[in-house]
Nanobody, 118 residues
Framework: VQLQASGGGLVQPGGSLRLSCAAS????????MGWYRQAPGKQRELVAS???????SYGDSMGGRFSISRDGAKNTVYLQMSTLKPDDTAVYYC?????????????WGQGTLVTVSS
């Protein structure tokens, strides 16, 4: 599975941004897809995830400002981010966890940098 993340950039505090993660296979065949982020000097953390059935979950510190969605026709998962804060500055990574023959596989995209600054 190949994942191509895009949409990062520089945004002012309070602004919004939408990240995209395009997968090389049918996203409905992937058990879980998610967005993670890693800020400088910090551990990578879960931002949001979505299952093949459409169930979503969010990291504890996301504060309801993030929304994960998907477009099956484009094999793409999105992360809509709003009311962005400087603390949201990080590299955002897309992750896919399909299960094949009972084995959970793990794939990561290359990351896209989000910088929140005035």
């Amino acid at each position: 599975v190949q994942l191509q993340a895009s949409g990062g950039g520089l945004v002012q505090p309070g602004g919004s941004l939408r990240l995209s993660c395009a997968a090389s296979i049918n996203i409905f065949s992937i058990n879980v897809m998610g967005w993670y982020r890693q800020a400088p000097g910090k551990q990578r953390e879960l931002v949001a995830s979505i299952t093949s059935a459409g169930s979503t979950s969010y990291g504890d510190s996301m504060g309801g400002r993030f929304s994960i969605s998907r477009d099956g026709a484009k094999n793409t998962v999105y992360l809509q981010m709003s009311t962005l804060k400087p603390d949201d500055t990080a590299v955002y990574y897309c992750r896919a966890n399909p299960i094949r023959l009972g084995i959970r596989q793990d794939y990561w995209g290359q990351g896209t940098l989000v910088t929140v600054s005035s």
